[in-house]
Structures are given as C-alpha cells and as structure tokens.
C-alpha cells in the first residue's frame, strides 16, 4: 500500500457482551452510582473473555446521559475500579439513547482502520441516582460572591439568598427545545399515524391494541429467552437481581388494556400507558469487539460482524410540535433507509430486526415509516425476537450495547449466513442504526 492509499477497512467482529439486570428506577440499584454499574458489567466481560492480563484489549469507550460531577471522566475512571488493565485508554461519549451504539461504532471504527484490535463498548444509566441542579438563582449569587473584591462585598452578595433559592433544580425528562416530555412527543407521533391510516384515529398498526399486544408480546418473548437460558452467559447478577426486574412473564394484551393512557390524555383517544411504554431503569451493559485475527489468535468465535451503520437527525421542533411526519423519535426512518441504499440490501435480507422499543406507538410508527419510504414490511416473527426495552427496561445508555450483543448471539444460533438490523431512536431528533451479520 502506497503512503497515500487509504488503509483498507477490516471487518469487526462482535465476540460477545456482558450486561447486569436491568432494574427499575428507586428500587435495587438506587444507591449504586453510573460507574458501579458499568464495572460490574465490564468486570464480567474480563471474567468471562480472561481479560485481565496487560493490554488485553487496546480501549474502552462508554457514556451516561444523566451524569454528576463526579462521573467525570467516567469510562476511564470505571477502567480503574476494575479488573481491567488499568493501563487501558478509556474515553467517554453520549448521544442520548443512542449512546451505547455509538460507543460501539467509534471502537469498531478504530479496530476496521488497524488502529486497535481489540475495544470494549458499552454505557450505564441510573434513573435513580440523578443529579439534582444548585438553584440557578443561587448559583449566581454564589458566583457574585466569589468574585467579590473584599469581605463586605461577599457578605452584601451571600445577604440576597432567600428560602427559595434553597430549593434545587429538579431534572424533568423533557426536550430543552419543546419543552415536552419524549412520551408526550410519542403521543403526538402516535396521533399523526393513527390519523394517517385510519381517519377515526381508533384503528390500524398504531392503536391501543396494536401497541398492547407489541409490549405483551415483548414481555413474553424476553421470558421464554430466560426460560431457555439464552442469557446465562450475558447477563451478571448484581445487588440481588439476576432477571430484569420489569419482566412481567404475565402480561397478555387483555392485562394491558385495562391501564389509563398516562401520554396525551388531553387529546381524544389516548393510547398511551405505562404498559405499552418503557419505564425509568437502572444499569449498564459493554461488548467486547476485534478483529477477526486477535479473535483466532485467542480461539474465540465471533458472534457476528458489524458490517454498516448510520446516523440521522430529524427537526422535530418544526415538524413534531407542528403536528408533521418529522417525530422526535423517528430518524430511524430516515437512517435506515439510507444505510440500506447505501449497503444494497433490502428488509427482506435481514432474518431478524432489533427496533429498541421506547415506547410500542414509536416502534409501530417507525414500522409504518419504512414502509412509507418503499421497504417490505418487516415480519413480526422476526421483530425483537428476545424481547426488547419495553420488557427488560432502557438505562439509556446501556441499551445500545444490550442490543449488540443480544443480536450477535441470535445471530450465531442460526444455521448459516444471516444478517440482523438494529434500530435506535434518540432524544434530540436523533437515530442511530446498524448491521450485523454472521457469515
């Protein structure tokens, strides 16, 4: 290769994941921290892969949407309370929901150049732990104190608090933009689709009952995978919970229809609950990803290789907010199609699809969405096949890294070459997609 070619990418396999349960917000894992989670995870994946000598693999990348302070530094700082080598290079990143893909696309992207052959990926979120903001108003008079001149100025400046500015900053899940909250975004998503097919609004693939019976449907998939013990090897008992502890093996669409809509019940016909959407959840979840050559150099089997991937971005501001097509979870729709282009496939070349199921109307609506944009119908035999987020819970940035390697093992149980796609909606307009495939 002369000095001015361009080095030639290398196919990057997925060797395997390691995840804690999952748990709901306020429950066990209340009082464990972002970086609790993530080294248990990634302590794990050591145990399991026999990671622990020097520099056996070249970094670790991994995020958290809701950081404090001292989850600065975050991926590095885990590395270090870890049985990693602690000589290995971490960073961190975010992008909302999408976080834990994207880590997983910035190491595969490192390992396809030759930078690194081996990189481990993955995020932590607790919905538990959340930072809780100074009051802004505080904030300033202590600011005005600092820069005071004299002690006479410090105390005139301290002298301005008030009972009120005690009072902290809570954090809403809402968009800065809008102001709304993502499910009620959702439920604006969900109007326009349902009033599209079905000019009452009642009927077609966005109604109550659609929805009801994609998350009973989740539930029980992702118990039957447990039953069968398809997680053993990827999920690490953590703080008493060796499950996902919002599994309900249970829940049928009948159950699930008897819940009151909680998103858009100002409008007429609400359809979404607390059923048919994803609740605030604790954890963390890596994946260890290389080369093909460290994999047969260690008699490991890749799973399966990460082949494509691609982001967008939606204006959800002008679009959502004004009733448009242009939803605040729904660049999927427009990735998607475009990576597809882009690799020469269509849907029917996928054996299984992985859509991260915020909330069963968006998953639905993305559906639609491709098939709007000329794609086949997706095969609901082939739809999140191990359950998704709306029966395991969404630690916002671990989700990504969960889907990876829930995927690839899926993949690797079949016969013969096959493909899996993934799909992830972010906050802030934003997708984030991928292709798996095992050869």
């Known amino acids: 290769m002369s000095p001015l070619e361009p080095p030639r990418a290398r196919r990057v396999a997925v060797i395997g994941g390691t995840r804690i349960p ?7 894992y209340a009082t464990a921290s972002n970086q609790d989670m993530l080294t248990a995870a990634l302590d794990g994946l050591v145990d399991r892969y026999g990671l ?21 530094n975050l991926a590095r700082e885990t590395v270090l309370g870890s049985t990693l080598d602690p000589r290995t290079p971490a960073y961190d990143i975010q992008q909302a929901c999408g976080t ?36 802004d108003g505080l904030r300033r008079l202590l600011l005005q104190a600092r820069r005071a001149k004299s002690a006479g100025a410090r105390l005139k400046a301290l002298a301005k608090v008030r009972p009120g500015h005690l009072v902290p900053e809570i954090p809403r899940n809402a968009e800065p933009r809008t102001g709304l909250s993502m499910g009620e975004h959702a439920a604006v998503t969900a109007r326009v689709f349902s009033e599209r097919s079905a000019p009452s609004g009642l009927g077609g693939p966005l109604s109550r009952a659609a929805q009801d019976e994609l998350a009973a449907t989740s539930h029980q998939r992702l118990a039957a995978a447990y039953e069968r013990g398809f997680f053993q090897d990827l999920v690490v008992p953590f703080r008493g919970l060796a499950r996902d502890q919002n599994l309900r093996p249970g829940s049928t669409p009948e159950k ?39 994999a047969r150099q260690r008699d490991l089997v890749p799973l399966a290789c990460l082949t494509a991937y691609e982001t967008a971005a939606v204006d959800f501001v002008r679009g959502d907010v004004a009733g448009g097509e242009d939803g605040l979870l729904m660049a999927p729709a427009h990735a998607v199609p475009r990576m597809l282009e882009r690799a020469g496939l269509g849907m029917a070349d996928f054996a299984l699809v992985e859509i991260h199921e915020a909330f069963a ?31 395991t819970g969404h630690p916002f940035a671990a989700t990504g890294a969960r889907i990876v390697a829930t995927l690839a093992k899926l993949l690797a149980e079949r016969e013969g070459p096959a493909r899996g796609l993934i799909s992830v909606c972010a906050a802030g307009g934003q997708g984030v997609t991928a292709i798996l495939e095992r050869t």
């Open 22 to 28: 999952f748990a709901r917000s306020d429950g066990p």
């Open 256 to 294: 699930l229809a008897a819940l009151k809509p909680v998103f858009g019940p100002a409008h007429p016909d609400p359809t979404m609950t607390a059923g048919n959407s994803t609740p605030l959840t604790d954890g963390a979840a890596v994946v260890l990803l290389a080369s093909e050559e460290w």
């Open 52 to 72: 622990h000598g020097p520099g056996a693999v070249g970094e670790f990348v991994a995020g958290a949407v809701l950081k404090h302070s001292r989850d600065f």
């Open 361 to 391: 109307s968006q998953v639905l609506a993305t559906l639609a969405a491709w098939e709007e944009r000329g794609l086949a119908p997706v095969d609901r035999a082939r739809l999140n096949v191990a359950g998704s987020s709306l029966a």
């Open 100 to 135: 834990g893909l994207q880590a997983v696309i910035a190491a595969a992207n490192k390992i396809a150049l030759g930078q690194t052959e081996a990189a481990v990926a993955g995020g932590a979120d607790t919905a538990s732990d959340v930072p809780l903001g100074v009051n």
